[in-house]
């Protein structure tokens, strides 16, 4: 009885933290240091990343950059957590907690061979560069998408002078200047 209310209690709530749901069938929870770590992230982007990258916004805009920055952060840590956790089949696993220093995926024993060990391990990182060179590539095509678009409305606008068209575009404000005309 007491064994079934403890089981209960950890799994209404991990050690240090509260449980927010969960993502195929693995329990998510976030330790209480972690949200230490997601104020530090989100006034990092906030104040100084967002603004440093793209001057000249609104503070409105960069306070969303900033959540929505600091949301994909969080959400690509659990998407290495949860390859962890997809790969290690037949190990039973408790659930996931990110805390301060990143993600942790819980199971209750360790894989019977060390090739199995070995894989479990490093499809963390391989998600993540892949996540990573996938984002990287969207980035690339949304910017040649924006300049292209920008340039042929520059041009059509202003005649393609090149000194209208030359002007430094330091910031999002300025590129979307342009492409208003
Ligand atoms: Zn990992």
């Known amino acids: 009885?007491?064994?079934?209310?403890?089981?209960?209690?950890?799994?209404?709530?991990?050690?240090?933290?509260?449980?927010?749901?969960?993502?195929?069938?693995?329990?998510?929870?976030?330790?209480?240091?972690?949200?230490?770590?997601?104020f530090l992230i989100f006034g990092t982007f906030t104040s100084a990343v967002f603004p440093a990258y793209i001057p000249g916004l609104s503070?409105?805009?960069?306070?969303?950059?900033?959540i929505v920055g600091t949301v994909l952060f969080f959400a690509s840590l659990l998407a290495h957590e949860l390859a962890h956790v997809a790969r290690a089949r037949g190990i039973p696993v408790e659930g996931i907690t990110?805390?301060?220093?990143?993600?942790?995926?819980?199971?209750?024993?360790?894989?019977?061979?060390?090739?199995?060990?070995?894989?479990?391990?490093?499809?963390?990182?391989?998600?993540?560069?892949?996540l990573g060179v996938a984002c990287y590539a969207l980035a690339r095509l949304a910017d040649?998408?924006?300049?292209?678009?920008?340039?042929?409305?520059?041009?059509?606008?202003?005649g393609g002078s090149p000194g209208a068209c030359a002007r430094p575009r330091a910031s999002l404000r300025s590129r979307a200047r342009d492409w208003n005309g």
């Open 59 to 66: 503070q409105q805009s960069y306070l969303l950059m900033g």
């Open 1 to 38: 009885m007491a064994e079934a209310r403890s089981q209960l209690a950890r799994q209404r709530s991990s050690p240090h933290g509260v449980v927010v749901g969960s993502v195929g069938g693995f329990q998510i929870s976030l330790d209480y240091s972690w949200f230490v770590i997601f």
């Open 98 to 130: 990110l805390f301060i220093f990143g993600g942790m995926a819980r199971t209750r024993t360790e894989a019977a061979r060390p090739r199995e060990e070995f894989l479990i391990a490093v499809v963390g990182p391989v998600a993540s560069l892949a």
């Open 144 to 158: 040649q998408a924006f300049r292209s678009t920008a340039a042929d409305c520059c041009g059509r606008c202003c």
